[in-house]
């Protein structure tokens, strides 16, 4: 591979590495050489991930963290630095929507749990948030690292029936660009921030809204690849290409970007 998209020998930590796309990302970058600081609140999960990143020979490790729970976020930090001398990646992938946070077709807004709403913007803004002020506090000392958020198609333009998801989202797109700012203004150009923003991919957590009971497409998903130029939903690995360059010395010039990464979905007006 060409050296300027290695991140060989990189320490990555990933929050959510026990789910699909926390899993796929750690794999990807397990194949490209980097060292992993698997994070999950899921201690069954964490070892079947940590099992299948290192059959291989692979360096990666795995510490049960809390995303929402700063000192539990400090204990992770101090013994990945302690461990490895330094924090060179962070991936904020922990995060998603739950049931209850999704209106059902004919439920009112004004009907949504309030113990929902706050559960679904606490784990997305704020689970994003604590982790990049503790590891980016390492980052900081050091004067270099990546931090890679993880936005949505439901931040630029307003999709039915997730509004807690939505606000999120947009928060996290928001604090992308400030924390960026702050970052290259206070501790220089070696600190950048970035997010990809996934378009349409069936995962556990939206598979009920996309797939019918009998494998076809639901109304909802009709309306999705109708809006998406390339006609099809994403595959999950599509994503690790877009971090992985982003991660690397040829984005060393990018920071505050939201990259889509959706099939032409945010670019498309649908006529």
Same mark, same amino acid.
């Given at each position: 591979m060409n050296e300027m998209f290695s991140i060989a020998r990189k320490v990555a930590v990933i929050s959510g590495a026990g789910g699909v796309l926390g899993g796929s990302i750690a794999k990807s970058f397990?194949? *490209?050489g980097a060292k992993i600081v698997a994070i999950d609140i899921r201690q069954e999960q964490l070892d079947a991930r940590i099992a299948e990143l290192t059959i291989g020979g692979g360096e990666a490790i795995g510490i049960i963290g809390n995303v929402l729970n700063i000192e539990s976020l400090r204990k992770v930090a101090k013994e990945v630095v302690d461990k490895w001398g330094r924090i060179d990646i962070l991936l904020n992938i922990a995060g998603g929507n739950t049931p209850g946070g999704t209106l059902a077709p004919d439920q009112a807004f004004f009907d949504m749990p309030v113990a929902e709403w706050? %559960? !679904?913007?606490?784990?997305n803004m704020n689970? $994003?948030? #604590?982790?990049? +002020? !503790?590891? &980016?506090?390492? +980052? *900081?000392?050091?004067?270099?690292?990546?931090?890679?958020?993880?936005? @949505? +198609?439901? *931040? #630029? @333009?307003?999709? $039915?029936?997730?509004p807690g #998801? =939505? *606000?999120? %989202? /947009?928060?996290?797109?928001?604090? /992308?660009q400030w924390l960026a700012t702050e970052m290259a203004l206070k501790y220089g150009d070696g600190i950048r921030v970035n997010a990809i923003a996934p378009g349409f991919f069936i995962g556990d957590q939206n598979r009920a809204v996309l797939i019918n009971p009998d494998g076809s497409l639901t109304d909802r998903s009709k309306k999705v690849l109708a809006k998406t130029p390339m006609g099809r939903f994403g595959d999950i690995t599509e994503l690790n290409g877009a971090v992985q360059f982003l991660c690397s010395d040829a984005a060393k010039f990018i920071t505050g970007v939201v990259l889509p990464v959706d099939?032409?979905? @945010?670019?498309? =007006? &649908?006529?």
């Open positions: 397990i194949e *490209a706050e %559960k !679904v913007t606490n784990l689970g $994003t948030v #604590y982790p990049s +002020m !503790v590891f &980016g506090e390492v +980052m *900081a000392k050091q004067k270099s690292g990546c931090i890679i958020n993880v936005s @949505s +198609m439901a *931040a #630029y @333009s307003a999709i $039915t029936r997730v #998801y =939505s *606000a999120a %989202k /947009t928060a996290v797109s928001n604090f /992308t099939g032409g979905f @945010s670019a498309f =007006s &649908g006529v």
